[in-house]
């Protein structure tokens, strides 16, 4: 029904991290399902951080795709998560991951969006330009590309967004933090919205790693963010299917570094 994919363009901001706890705040709607699935095609983690088989996963999951399987059985294929996050688990092996995401990807992709009243939210890891879920990625509903503000990291992510031919109300940011770079400044910069802004914060992150579940980590600066950002995305996602969202177009080319330096005012960006 929709399809929401976390991806990264370079160094390792927080995308998994952000696509789980933005899969686990997701606001639950009566007679709607959600699933969170591990594409990466560099390998995923969830199974070796919390000790899980990986099968059943994505393998089992794209070899009954392949046969040809009904939607009701995806759940056949899903795995629980510490704190109730039902999930497809990914190989954590890079060579097995990506084998069998350029083997299934797009009907991988087909079959998820034919799913009834269900919300994917899926962790695509990094996307190199060969990347198997390029086409996955083109007929998403949503792309959020997660990336720490420094313009090494916005930069080629930018460029990655604009060259995925999505609609501007489709692709967005999350930002891990706001130094050096502001959401407001960014969206400036790149012409590219920010759907969020994800509170830096290391021990947070390292707890819910951890499978941490307990109420104060709940009630994190990171866990907060991480619900409001899946608000703004389970909304966004609302808008899209009811109407064509106009908004001005990407620009064909981001600014270029240059460009986003001297948009800064000052060197703390805000
Ligand atoms: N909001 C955050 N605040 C602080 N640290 C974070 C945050 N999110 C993730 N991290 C940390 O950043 C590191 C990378 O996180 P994560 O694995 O989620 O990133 P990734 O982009 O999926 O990386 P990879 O490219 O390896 O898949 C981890 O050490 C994690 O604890
Ligand atoms: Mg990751």
Not at 122 to 151: C, N
Request: proline fraction near 6%.
């Amino acid at each position: 029904m929709s399809v929401i994919c976390f991806a990264s363009q370079k160094g390792s901001p927080g995308t998994t991290l952000t696509a789980l706890s933005v899969a686990a705040t997701w606001p639950s709607e009566e007679g709607r399902r959600r699933v969170f699935v591990e594409a990466d095609p560099f390998g995923g983690v969830l199974a070796l951080r919390y000790q899980l088989s990986l099968e059943p996963g994505l393998v089992t999951l794209a070899a009954a795709i392949r046969g040809g399987i009904t939607s009701d059985e995806i759940w056949n294929h899903a795995q629980e998560l510490p704190g109730g996050l039902v999930a497809i688990i990914g190989p954590d092996r890079p060579d097995q991951a990506n084998s069998v995401l350029a083997a299934t990807g797009r009907k991988l992709g087909e079959w998820l969006f034919d799913l009834e009243d269900t919300d994917v939210i899926v962790d695509v890891g990094r996307i190199a330009s060969d990347s198997p879920l390029l086409e996955l990625l083109a007929s998403a509903d949503i792309v959020v590309m997660v990336a720490r503000p420094t313009a090494e990291q916005l930069q080629p992510a930018a460029q990655r967004l604009v060259s995925l031919g999505l609609e501007p109300s489709q692709v967005g940011w999350a930002l891990i933090g706001e130094r050096p770079h502001g959401a407001t400044e960014v969206e400036k910069a790149f012409g590219i919205k920010v759907f969020g802004v994800i509170a830096d914060d290391s021990r947070a992150a390292h707890a819910l790693e951890q499978g941490g579940t307990g109420g104060q980590l709940r009630r994190s600066a990171l866990a907060r963010s991480a619900g409001a950002l899946a608000e703004t995305l389970a909304q966004q996602v609302q808008l899209l299917q009811v109407t064509a969202v106009s908004e001005p177009a990407l620009p064909d080319e981001p600014a270029e570094f240059a460009d986003f330096a001297a948009s800064r005012g000052s060197n703390n960006g805000n």
